[in-house]
Structure formats: structure tokens, C-alpha cells
């Protein structure tokens, strides 16, 4: 009978992921109190992401928003379309520059 045991240094992991970790941190602040509205979605278009200024502008506090569908909840009927359009563009990596559009408030 016996034990093997083999042990490995992790100090620089562990401070690489802590310093991940900050990076992270100080980006979701940087988007949550930027002075424009940014919402995030996920694949299947429900809000991922909603920062303070779409809240104030929107009217739809965060909590409100996670996880609903983006376009069908909070996009007025007649931009339905072309927001779809863009947002699947954008999820495809296409960029649309300077697309307007109105959120139900």
C-alpha cells in the first residue's frame, strides 16, 4: 500500500484570475454608470444586460427587464422587424452603425 501525491504552484493562476476578476469588475461598472443607454441580449434575444441610464430613459428598472424577451417586451409594435433584423445581425457579428430605435416607457 502506498500514496502518491503530486502538488502543483498555482500562485501565478490565482493571481491571474484575480486580476481577471478586477478587469471584469471595473468593465460592468464602466457599462452600468455609462452615460448611454446599453442593454445586452443573449441568443434568443431575452435581455441579458440593462444598465442605469436605459433604465432612467426606458422607465424599466433592471429587475424588470432580465431575462424577458427584448424585441416582443420593450420595442413598439412598428420597429419589431427591424429591430429583429439588426439584433440578428449584430449576433452574427455584422455591426449596424447608428440604428435608432424606441423603447415602450
Excluded at 490565482?14 to 452615460?35: F, G, H, S, Y
Excluded at 446599453?38 to 435581455?47: K, N, Y
Amino acid at each position: 500500500i502506498g500514496v502518491v501525491g503530486v502538488g502543483q504552484e498555482i500562485t501565478y493562476l490565482r493571481q491571474a484570475m484575480d486580476e481577471a476578476k478586477l478587469v471584469a469588475d471595473d468593465l460592468m461598472r464602466l457599462i452600468d454608470t455609462a452615460n448611454a443607454p446599453i442593454f445586452g441580449i443573449d441568443t434568443e434575444g431575452r435581455v441579458s444586460e440593462w444598465n442605469q441610464m436605459a433604465a432612467s430613459i426606458s422607465g424599466w428598472d433592471r429587475e424588470d427587464t432580465m431575462g424577458k424577451p427584448l424585441v416582443e417586451s420593450f420595442i413598439s409594435l412598428e420597429y419589431r422587424v427591424e429591430v429583429s433584423r439588426v439584433l440578428a445581425k449584430a449576433l452574427t457579428g455584422e455591426d449596424t452603425s447608428n440604428f435608432e430605435f424606441p423603447l415602450f416607457t
